[in-house]
């Protein structure tokens, strides 16, 4: 996806790119587990919430007995977690990488989460871990001090222990009602990661024009109400949209008709305006200040 833009800095955008699937491939390894081990049905992934600032959460599970944290971590290499100053010091091939603690992470998102739910009156434990979702787990020179650090095949049996621990508070019906609450204010507070150029300080310096086929090409051509590629010659009604995506999750988050037809590299301005309604984006604005959002 990155190759369709000339940035300024692509090493970095690069990287940025591949942590970020590597954190979503992570996420989707924890969210499998749980599904499998039917850990509980009050389960929530990538909560946003407001407290005394906006935070967010990788997955919240609610029980009767406490609310639990996980956040999912996908750092490979020798790892030391250091103290005075805390931070995580990953050593792989020879390169030294200094992140921030995850212990420190999740302790902030554990004390937002619960000014929150003092906020909203409710009264139960809030615990947490740091899981490893790394396909080859990383080897620990030291250990953090302070929170559980598991990785994701011991997660079941964590939770298991800490079930037995904790007395239960919440009934069912209690459980559901703020999982209900929990969705409504993630809803509220959803921030949109994209686009994510701007965010990682990385200029555009150009755009190439073209839809992309899944053969790679950026040839394909308008051929009567499809789009045809000219290199492996598959038919494609809806190639646009893939790459009309694209733009929003790099560029910008609005894209008017003249940009669309430079992207998509087709003259009608006309023909650019029903793609961009075929592909279900949102008008906003009137007259000539027309502009369209992708309807994360
Ligand atoms: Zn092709």
Not at 190 to 196: A, N, V
């Given at each position: 996806m990155l190759n369709r833009f000339v940035v300024d800095n692509l090493e970095f955008a690069e990287m940025k790119w591949k942590a970020m699937q590597a954190g979503d491939a992570g996420e989707a390894q924890l969210r499998i587990l749980l599904e499998n081990y039917q850990l509980t049905e009050h389960v929530l992934f990538n909560v946003s919430l407001q407290a005394s600032g906006k935070f967010q959460i990788d997955c919240i599970v609610v029980t009767g007995g406490f609310v639990l944290v996980l956040e999912s971590k996908n750092i490979a290499g020798e790892l030391s977690f250091e103290e005075n100053p805390t931070r995580l010091v990953r050593v792989r091939n020879g390169v030294v990488t200094t992140f921030e603690s995850p212990e420190i992470q999740l302790e902030r998102n554990m004390q937002l989460l619960r000014q929150w739910l003092t906020r909203h009156q409710i009264s139960i434990p809030v615990i947490g871990a740091v899981v490893w979702t790394t396909s080859s787990y990383p080897l620990i020179m030291k250990s953090p001090k302070h929170l559980p650090m598991m990785f994701l095949s011991t997660v079941p049996t964590f939770f298991t222990q800490q079930q037995a621990h904790f007395p239960k508070i919440l009934t069912k019906e209690d459980c559901s009602e703020l999982t209900k609450l929990l969705v409504e204010e993630n809803e509220r507070c959803?921030?949109?990661?994209?686009?994510?150029f701007p965010r990682w300080q990385t200029k555009v310096l150009s755009i190439k024009q073209g839809v992309r086929c899944v053969c790679g090409s950026f040839a394909m051509q308008r051929n009567k109400s499809s789009w045809h590629c000219e290199v492996c010659g598959i038919y494609d009604k809806r190639a646009h949209i893939a790459t009309l995506k694209e733009w929003f999750i790099f560029v910008k988050d609005t894209i008017s008709n003249r940009e669309a037809c430079y992207l998509l590299g087709i003259e009608s301005r006309h023909i650019a305006k029903r793609l961009l309604k075929s592909a279900g984006l949102i008008e906003t604005g009137g007259g000539r200040s027309i502009v369209y959002k992708w309807p994360w």
């Open positions: 959803k921030f949109s990661r994209y686009p994510l």
